[in-house]
C-alpha cells in the first residue's frame, strides 16, 4: 500500500522556521523525492527535490533558504525552512516520483504571518 505522510506544517510568524517531513512507503525504484507548493490562485510549483543520485534543485525563491535532506534508510524526506516569508505562505505537498508515475502526499498547510 503506498502512503506518503506528512508532518511539520503550521503557523509561524516572519523569519522564522519550520521543518516538513515525509515518511513514503510502498513505493519502489524511487527516482526523486521532492516538496512542492501551491498558494491560493497560483499554480502547483516546485520547492525542492532530491534524486536518488544526490543532485538537488530548489526554486529561486527558497535558495539559501531552504534545504531538502534525505533518510533513505527511513524513506523519509525532509525539508527545512528557515528566514520564512509571508509569501511562502501555501499549502506543500510531498512528491515521489519514479520511472512510471509520481506519486503526492495529502498536503501540509503552512502560513506565514505576524
Known amino acids: 500500500q503506498v502512503q506518503l505522510v506528512e508532518s511539520g506544517g503550521g503557523l509561524v510568524q516572519p523569519g522564522g522556521s519550520l521543518r516538513l517531513s515525509c515518511v513514503v512507503s510502498g513505493i519502489f525504484s524511487i527516482y526523486s523525492m521532492g516538496w512542492y507548493r501551491q498558494a491560493p490562485g497560483k499554480p502547483r510549483e516546485l520547492v525542492a527535490a532530491s534524486t536518488s543520485g544526490g543532485n538537488t534543485n530548489y526554486a529561486d525563491s527558497v535558495k539559501g533558504r531552504f534545504t531538502i535532506s534525505r533518510d533513505n534508510a527511513k524513506n523519509t524526506v525532509y525539508l527545512q525552512m528557515n528566514s520564512l516569508k509571508p509569501e511562502d505562505t501555501a499549502v506543500y505537498y510531498c512528491?515521489?516520483?519514479?520511472?512510471?508515475?509520481?506519486?503526492w502526499g495529502q498536503g501540509t498547510q503552512v502560513t506565514v504571518s505576524s
Open positions: 512528491n515521489v516520483a519514479t520511472a512510471r508515475r509520481d506519486y
